[in-house]
């Protein structure tokens, strides 16, 4: 069976990185990130991260890019800086209003990112989605994420983000299970919000790790940590201890 690594989504520590992006990336490595997802770049070249990723032996584990990215002039742009820092994830991290109002709208999402990952075949690249909680509430009695993920080509990702989905009462086991081999990247982020780590809420995460490196085919668990109450870089290391652990 093949590993499933453990990375850490930037955004976690955006503020860090905003202050000292090197410093940050370092001390990620140092507690024991095996890579990292972007959500931003602090005005770093693809270059320049590529050069320090490698100073920290850290890979990318995907990058959050806006849809607009994707569409368009900025299609080639966006597919080589991210070929360039060695990411083959682009995952679309939330929708414009516009796609998400009505049922008629997702369906139109769910249409236009078809397009993305068949033009992003050639390169090697998936596109793939992240909730947040609008993603499991209902619209004309279907649940998007549902609608979306029932009509979406099999090469996107379904990366579900554990916390936002059971803060929208959605219940990311049966979405694991229900989308097979679909998870190749998955946020972890603990319920309630208030947790102070990752272990120590009210997620099954044996459950959901069972399930991921089974049928899932789950590539990188990504941890997201916004809980600002708590030391930041104290509480990553603990979060991945935790995940360690509970893994067994």
Not at 79 to 93: A, M
Not at 136 to 157: H, L, N, T
Not at 189 to 211: C, H, M, Q, T
């Amino acid at each position: 069976m093949k590993k499933t690594h453990i990375a850490l989504q930037l955004y976690s520590v955006r503020e860090e990185c905003a202050k000292d992006f090197e410093g940050t990336i370092k001390e990620i490595s140092q507690i024991g990130y095996e890579g990292v997802e972007f959500a931003g770049y602090h005005g770093k070249t693809a270059k320049e991260i590529k050069k320090l990723l490698e100073k920290y032996n850290l890979k990318v584990a995907g990058s959050h890019i806006p849809l607009n990215s994707l569409l368009n002039d900025e299609f080639e742009r966006t597919v080589e800086f991210n070929s360039i820092i060695g990411n083959k994830y682009l995952i679309i991290p939330s929708l414009p209003e516009e796609y998400t109002n009505t049922k008629e709208d997702w369906l139109r999402a769910v249409e236009l990112i078809n397009e993305i990952s068949l033009r992003l075949k050639p390169y090697g690249m998936k596109v793939g989605y992240h909730n947040h909680a609008v993603e499991f509430q209902k619209i004309d009695d279907e649940i998007p994420w549902y609608m979306f993920f029932d009509r979406a080509d099999k090469d996107v990702i379904m990366q579900i983000d554990v916390g936002n989905a059971l803060n929208g009462n959605g219940d990311p086991i049966y979405a694991l299970k229900k989308y097979k081999e679909r998870a190749i990247t998955i946020h972890l982020k603990e319920y309630p919000f208030s947790a102070r780590a990752i272990g120590e809420g009210l997620v099954n995460w044996k459950e959901i790790f069972d399930i991921c490196e089974s049928s899932g085919k789950t590539e990188w668990y990504i941890v997201e940590y916004e809980n600002k109450n708590f030391p930041i870089m104290d509480i990553l290391k603990l979060c991945l201890e935790n995940i360690i652990k509970i893994k067994g």
